[in-house]
Nanobody, 112 residues
Framework: VQLQASGGGLAQPGGSLRLSCAAS????????IAWFRQAPGKEREGVSC????????YYANSVKGRFTISRDNAKNTVYLQMNSLKPEDTAIYYC??????WGQGTLVTVSS
């Protein structure tokens, strides 16, 4: 399966972006999916993940209450809605299907 992340861009502090992770060559139905991010000079960190059914979701403390992960299995896509963005959210965001599938990343820059 190939993962394609999109939706990144430039946002002002307090703004919003919605990231998408679309799969091709396979289905995301009932598959656990995670979003990671890597800021310049920092290690990659987990941001959020969602169970195959969508019934269980996890958020890192740094994004809890601001980000929402969701999935649309009919569209073979997982989303990350990011609200109240902060400059420290600036990073390349990757979607990941364990153990080995990674999207190419989409850059999010939060700056005034």
């Amino acid at each position: 399966v190939q993962l394609q992340a999109s939706g990144g861009g430039l946002a002002q502090p307090g703004g919003s972006l919605r990231l998408s992770c679309a799969a091709s060559g396979g289905t995301l139905d009932f598959i656990f999916i995670a979003w990671f991010r890597q800021a310049p000079g920092k290690e990659r960190e987990g941001v959020s993940c969602i169970s195959g059914s969508g019934g269980s979701r996890y958020y890192a403390n740094s994004v809890k209450g601001r980000f929402t992960i969701s999935r649309d299995n009919a569209k073979n896509t997982v989303y990350l809605q990011m609200n109240s963005l902060k400059p420290e959210d600036t990073a390349i965001y990757y979607c990941h299907v364990p153990p080995a599938y990674w999207g190419q990343g989409t850059l999010v820059t939060v700056s005034s």
